[in-house]
């Protein structure tokens, strides 16, 4: 009975330090799953979540109060860390989050072995990348700093060449870099093959094959009607590849959508890449979009996705006036670019 008493006394987040419970390592495993069934409600789901942390802190507590020289005292030490600093995190509390992060990195050189070693490096790095800050730049340079020393120590770590590739999706503004980092990636890959994230990289470089050079889109829309970007060329042309399937794409377009419809200049050609028609209809209408859109149902495995190696959505291509691709993927900035390539002649 006093087994499942506690996990649930501690996902109330009830302060078990206090109390004289025992924690056992199947106890302290017992919280591995994450949350699932949040409330629809923010506050709520925040309540949750911080109680869910809570308990991995105060279970931790306890089994290194009543194990401190088991087996697992350090990897207990090292979940501790980093529940404080998600719950730091969720609360917005930027100094206990460094706290524990500089924690983490002293557990590094207290590892008991490699493998532990690259664990713990690992989950302070996947924390650091989730406080990167807000200027763009900085948040890059911080996930490619700490993705490529990862993979110094570690290059036949599996997780080495996923990191160097979620790194470079932050360099779609540098684009030299992203190359570097993709090829890098790549090369480590070699050694431990992963066929999906293989093919995600080939995608990117030839996403980056694409840039300043025409782009060959041509399909027939909804209406029937023949659509061909090498007819629009004296235009600043976004193509924008989404889904009405996907929630992210759903918040970012709107906000798209009412900018390009009050700027001068600029034309909007849609590639859908959902299986289903009858949402895409349903999107459009609901956002007022207007603009051509190529669909053919085959969702990731569309021609048009594959042949562009997108493998992100919402993807936003900017083409200049001369039918050329400038940008990888123009999302977070596309007001300022798009103004850059109207005045441009």
Not at 28 to 41: G, H, M
Not at 214 to 224: E, H, K, Q, S, Y
Not at 288 to 317: E, M, V, Y
Not at 321 to 335: D, M, T, V
Request: proline share 5%; glycine share 4%.
């Amino acid at each position: 009975m006093k087994e499942k008493l506690i996990p649930i006394l501690c996902l109330l987040g009830i302060n078990l330090g206090t109390q004289i419970l025992h924690a056992d390592w199947a106890e302290v495993t017992a919280l591995d799953l994450p949350l699932t069934k949040l409330s629809a409600n923010p506050a709520k789901a925040k309540s949750s979540m911080a109680a869910h942390f809570t308990a991995q802190i105060n279970v931790n507590k306890i089994f290194l109060r009543d194990f401190p020289h088991d087996s697992k005292s350090y990897e207990s030490k090292v979940r501790l860390e980093v529940a404080k600093a998600r719950l730091a995190s969720l609360e917005k509390n930027s100094r206990d989050v460094d706290d524990s992060l500089e924690r983490l990195m002293l557990l590094e050189k207290q590892a008991p072995d490699s493998a532990q070693r690259a664990e713990t490096m690992f989950r302070r790095i996947s924390l650091q990348w989730q406080n990167l800050g807000d200027d763009a730049d900085v948040r890059r340079d911080r996930a490619v700093t700490s993705a490529r020393v990862f993979s110094r120590e570690f290059p036949n770590d599996r997780r080495a060449p996923r990191l160097l590739a979620e790194a470079s999706t932050l360099c779609d503004n540098n684009p030299e870099l992203k190359r570097r980092l993709v090829n890098e990636a790549l090369a480590l890959e070699n050694t431990s093959p992963d066929p999906s994230l293989k093919l995600r990289l080939e995608d990117d470089l030839r996403r980056l094959d694409q840039l300043g050079k025409p782009v060959p889109l041509n399909f027939r829309d909804a209406d029937g009607a023949t659509i061909d970007l090498s007819n629009y060329r004296g235009d600043v042309v976004a193509v924008v590849f989404w889904a009405a399937e996907s929630a992210p794409c759903l918040v970012w377009i709107r906000d798209f959508a009412n900018y390009s419809s009050i700027t001068p200049g600029l034309k909007v050609i849609g590639v859908s890449l959902d299986q289903d028609q009858n949402d895409l209809k349903a999107a459009t209408k609901a956002l007022h979009i207007d603009w051509p859109t190529a669909f053919d149902g085959k969702g990731w495995q569309s021609p048009l996705a594959r042949g562009f190696g997108i493998n992100a959505l919402p993807t936003l291509w900017l083409i200049d006036k001369h039918g050329c691709l400038q940008s990888l993927n123009a999302r977070e900035n596309y007001q300022l670019k798009i103004k850059e390539l109207l005045l441009q002649r």
